[in-house]
């Protein structure tokens, strides 16, 4: 078997194991389930057979890699949202990071003293950090 | 492939997936450099995941092939943690109240059978789309182009609704407010608000169907506000109050999120930030590039088609000029028919590349107004991006 041939194979390999568990590799398909095959009639009708209309959101089991300020990080901050709005973002500065955790705390609410503040600083900073300054951030964004 | 670039794609297709726990969606910190992600959320297809909890899903840029985005890829923004995902339409009502003489309690089938149905074809665009372009970078979504549809919106038109509540002389504005829920006492419920001539100017609307369909849950299902030309904060997803005010509205997300600088184009210096802000509001004009994708192969003396999509605030587009060798000459792209002022409008050029080597793609769009794109932009949000596109492709 050619380096070639395995790739396909084991990239088919991987696509029915993907799609055995109800995600599709070929993207450019559109979605074979849920609304888009609904009736207009059935779904907004609460005289209808499913007047209640529920979705069960994905879990996302979190892993956070070891690093100053885990546990603060662990305990404080993921109960309003993933580590994923951390991770989606650049490299940030100190002066950046620093500002997103007083903004959580100051403005969101969120339950933590300024040394907690600065110890989730160290953790952001240790999994998605840069040297140097930036801009602090503002709201809504 | 050997075995580490197999088990490199493993990890970036969603590893999670292989121990068949059909709900997850693949391991969160380790993915710092790995390429898109795609996943599957209830009623979506395969979109770009940015966070799982509350989601924020990005179109992958292909489905912008079309005039209208389907609803299963049309993206998802939501801000806090407590999403709507069930909905009794036996006991869900729109109230509308404050303000007026005779409040309601609204039934979707009251919606549907009492008032006159609209539709409109509309374009709604988060404010932070393309975020993740602008230099220096700023906090927020990194989005690129897909935080954006076109969709046909169809419902009743908000005017109709405050008419039957009878609007006190001496309102001022209207509030929105939907299901979703803060996870914190302390963190402000998600409300907006638009002046009350602007909630009654017979455009802004609230839908219960995309293109014809009910709403997928994570788009707003059973009700969302549609703004015409305004941007995506305003559509209130999963609404559920509209308030008259005999006062100016305020809150954390106006007075505060969702602002930008007083001045053109909501542009700032990273030096010098605008000390006057206002509330975000109607869309600039700007122009995203559909086609050549970002890895297609293009080839010396093979036509290409280049395809892209162009809307604004609702004025209209009136031209598109696209550049193939990085701005030193332009020349118009053909436009699409128009399908509705706050759609977005199509548009498509034939261009044969002559030699090899690497090519700077760009679009420029002016709307009827006059207004147009240019070279440089920024704030401190990372707001209404849109500087004319530089897409670079390789040829041969």
């Known amino acids: 078997m050619t380096s070639k041939t395995k790739s396909v194979v084991l990239s088919l390999g991987l696509a029915a194991l993907v799609a055995g568990c109800g995600r599709p590799s070929n993207i450019s398909k559109e979605a074979d389930h849920g609304i888009a095959g609904a009736k207009m009639e059935s779904m907004l009708d609460s005289k209808g057979d499913s007047p209640v209309h529920t979705i069960a959101m994905p879990h996302d089991e979190s892993v956070f890699p070891p690093g100053p300020g885990r546990d603060e990080f662990v305990t404080a901050c993921v109960v309003c949202h993933s580590p994923r709005y951390i991770t989606m973002q650049p490299r940030f500065s100190r002066t950046t990071w620093l500002g997103e955790v007083q903004k959580m705390k100051d403005v969101y609410g969120a339950h933590i003293s300024d040394e907690q503040a600065l110890r989730i600083t160290d953790y952001l900073i240790s999994i998605n950090g840069k040297a140097g300054t930036g801009h602090k951030g503002t709201y809504g964004e | 492939m050997?075995?580490?670039?197999?088990?490199?794609?493993?990890?970036?297709?969603?590893?999670?997936?292989?121990?068949?726990?059909?709900?997850?969606?693949?391991?969160?910190?380790?993915?710092?450099?790995?390429?898109?992600?795609?996943?599957?959320?209830?009623?979506?297809?395969?979109?770009?995941?940015?966070?799982?909890?509350?989601?924020q899903l990005e179109t992958p840029l292909h489905y912008f092939r079309q005039d209208l985005t389907p609803n299963e890829a049309f993206f998802v923004r939501w801000h806090l943690e407590g999403v709507p995902t069930s909905v009794d339409l036996?006991?869900?009502?729109?109230?509308?109240?404050?303000?007026?003489?005779?409040?309601?309690?609204?039934?979707?089938?009251?919606?549907?059978?009492?008032?006159?149905?609209i539709s409109i074809i509309a374009v709604n665009q988060c404010s932070g789309n393309s975020r993740s372009f602008f230099e220096p970078r700023v906090p927020g979504g990194q989005w690129k182009h897909g935080a954006v549809g076109n969709a046909k919106w169809t419902g009743v038109s908000l005017r109709s609704i405050l008419d039957r509540a009878q609007v006190k002389s001496g309102a001022v504005?209207?509030?929105?407010?939907?299901?979703?829920?803060?996870?914190?006492?302390?963190?402000?419920d998600f409300v907006k608000a638009l002046s009350i001539d602007h909630a009654r100017d017979g455009e802004v609307m609230i839908a219960y169907a995309m293109n014809d369909q009910p709403l997928p849950m994570l788009n707003g299902f059973p009700l969302r506000l549609v703004v015409p030309g305004w941007y995506g904060t305003y559509w209130v997803k999963a609404l559920s109050d509209v308030t008259v005010l005999p006062r100016a509205f305020s809150n954390f997300w106006t007075d505060k999120a969702y602002r930008i600088p007083n001045g053109p184009n909501g542009t700032e210096s990273p030096k010098h930030l605008a000390k006057d802000t206002v509330p975000i509001n109607r869309f600039n004009v700007r122009s995203i590039f559909v086609r050549p994708d970002p890895d297609e192969i293009l080839h010396p003396g093979m036509p290409i088609e280049i395809e892209g999509i162009a809307f604004d605030s609702g004025y209209g587009i009136r031209r598109v000029e696209v550049s193939t060798d990085g701005g030193a000459t332009w020349a118009d792209a053909r436009l699409d028919p128009e399908i509705g002022k706050y759609s977005w409008r199509r548009w498509r050029t034939y261009w044969t590349p002559g030699n090899h080597g690497l090519y700077r793609l760009m679009a420029r769009a002016t709307n009827a107004a006059g207004d147009t794109q240019s070279n440089e932009q920024w704030n401190r949000s990372g707001f209404m991006w849109n500087v004319i596109q530089q897409v670079d492709v390789k040829v041969g």
């Open chain 2, 90 to 117: 036996r006991t869900f009502r729109l109230n509308v109240s404050g303000h007026v003489r005779q409040p309601l309690q609204l039934s979707v089938d009251d919606l549907r059978s009492q008032f006159e149905s």
């Open chain 2, 2 to 55: 050997n075995r580490r670039g197999f088990l490199q794609l493993l990890g970036a297709t969603g590893a999670a997936a292989l121990t068949c726990s059909c709900n997850r969606i693949g391991s969160v910190v380790g993915t710092l450099s790995s390429p898109v992600s795609l996943v599957r959320f209830p009623e979506k297809t395969e979109m770009i995941l940015l966070t799982d909890r509350p989601p």
């Open chain 2, 173 to 188: 504005d209207v509030s929105f407010n939907g299901l979703d829920a803060p996870p914190l006492p302390s963190v402000s």
